[in-house]
């Protein structure tokens, strides 16, 4: 009969083993300068896809896809009725993403399962490493789509009739790669973790070891559409026109403004585009594109959100253009579980590492899974604060500190058992 290992026992991670899984990884997608692309969905996606099921069947973990193309590896507990204790993230980049983003928190945790396998180890409860689908938000809208439908935040038949901006659906692209699974996800979840990189500059300005994460901003994205009138730009005086491309650039300056003027920690970005005809004698008929809003506070991101929709109108009535709206995501902002974020904290101090509290201005797949079970993550210092860059880079000190606080955390929770 398996007794319970003595809490003195440290679960060991390999640390060479994990860097090189994570640069192994890398490969799939690689760009020819650094850096990964690989889309939600895309075949370079697929491929890292089958890669990771094939890692989670080496490791002995039973393999789930569920109706969004979820992905769950789960290692038995020896209670069934105890719950799981997940390890999640992401493993879809944005265009010009980084060996890191996502794909850490999903390689950590089987480097957790691989260290509990290499020392013969069973846990009470069991534990799952997940990959839930379309984290970036960069193909298709909104971002955390995956675990958004798991939880149950977003209808499944909406999911997959999401369109990405080429017209491509959601759901044909799913079952084109063959990840239009049919399983559920574990249900019974006990706790959730995900180590992440920090993606901004905090930890390493103030060389911290491990940020604590309280908790998520808000996210609001809006896709603005100004409809004006096609016209020669030689021949067509300012007064006359309605031009698409005049009122976009308007409305991206004013809604700037309207940051500087909410200040502190409001955040405004426009990172998409797209003019019609796009021609450079022609004045624009049509301007698309999309103003990315986030802030801390609840009461200041709707406060935004009411500022952008009005500077769209009054732009569109100086300009004689018309503009349509569309909300193409909206998180309110969350805080983790605090008996979850406490234990981050005294499990990296037990360890040794320097740690401090920080807010996470990303979004991330925990801040959905908070929805339905209790949600804590561990950030790892980012180079030079970039990401979603291919110059992403996090050192291999880091991503093993990071995942020595996960391996200890999951292992505390699950229950370690000799064999
Ligand atoms: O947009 C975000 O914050 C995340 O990278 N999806
Ligand atoms: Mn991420
Ligand atoms: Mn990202």
Known sequence: MPCNASSADRLMIDAARLSQSIQDFGRIGALPNGGVCRLALTDTEKAGRDELVRRMQGLGLTVHIDTIGNIFGTRAGQDANAGTIMIGSHIDTVSTGGLYDGTLGVLAGLEVIAALNDAHLETRRAITVAAFTNEEGARFQPDMLGSLVFVGGMPLQDALDTLAADGTRLGTELKRIGYAGSDDGPRNIVAYFELHIEQGPVLEAETVQIGVVSGVQGI????????????????????????????????????YEMTQAIG????????????????????????????????????????????????????????????????????????????????????????????????????????????????????????????????????????????????????????????
């Not at 624009?284 to 801390?296: G, H, I, M, Q, S």
Request: hydrophobic content about 45%.
């Open 220 to 255: 609001s994205w809006h896709e603005i559409t100004v409809h004006g009138r096609s016209a020669h730009a030689g021949t067509t005086p300012m007064a006359l026109r309605s031009d698409a491309g005049l009122a976009a650039s308007l409305i991206v300056q004013r809604a």
């Open 264 to 419: 502190s920690d409001q955040l405004m970005t426009t990172g998409t585009m797209r003019l019609t005809p796009d021609l450079v004698n022609v004045v624009a008929e049509k301007a698309v594109f999309t103003v990315d809003l986030r802030n801390p506070s609840g009461a200041a991101l709707k406060q935004a959100d009411v500022s952008l929709l009005q500077i769209a109108e009054d732009v569109a009535a100086e300009t004689g253009t018309r503009v349509t709206c569309r909300p193409l995501a909206r998180f309110d902002p969350i805080i983790f579980d605090q008996r979850l974020v406490e234990s981050v904290e005294k499990t990296a101090q037990s360890l040794g590492y320097s740690t401090r509290h920080l807010h996470s201005g990303a979004g991330h797949d925990a801040q959905m899974i908070a929805r339905i079970a209790p949600a804590a993550m561990i950030f790892v210092p980012s180079a030079g604060g970039i990401s979603h860059n291919i110059r992403e880079f996090t050192s291999p000190d880091d991503l093993a500190r990071g995942t020595t606080v996960l391996a200890q955390l999951v292992s505390g929770q699950a229950g370690l058992m000799k064999e």
